[in-house]
């Protein structure tokens, strides 16, 4: 992959948000499978087993929701 590192951190905020929308859209559409790093992978497992050790360390839904609009008000 031959990309010009410098010109693209050289962009405006703007435009790196709108090639980044770019990307995970496609990135989206593919069907190409996204390798994900072991660690992803291991926190993952190490977030699941904690919440079935201790359900009450968890949200809803709605409190997730809840609070992340209230955030936003």
Request: no cysteine.
């Amino acid at each position: 992959m031959d990309l010009n590192t410098e010109a693209l951190l050289s962009l405006p905020a703007s435009d790196k948000l709108e090639l980044v929308e770019l990307l995970w859209d496609n990135l989206g559409e593919s069907a190409e499978a996204i390798p994900l790093p072991t660690w992803v992978e291991q926190e993952a497992l190490r977030r699941r087993d904690e919440l079935r050790a201790d359900p009450s360390i968890g949200q809803s839904h709605e409190q997730v929701w809840d609070r992340i609009l209230k955030r936003h008000a």
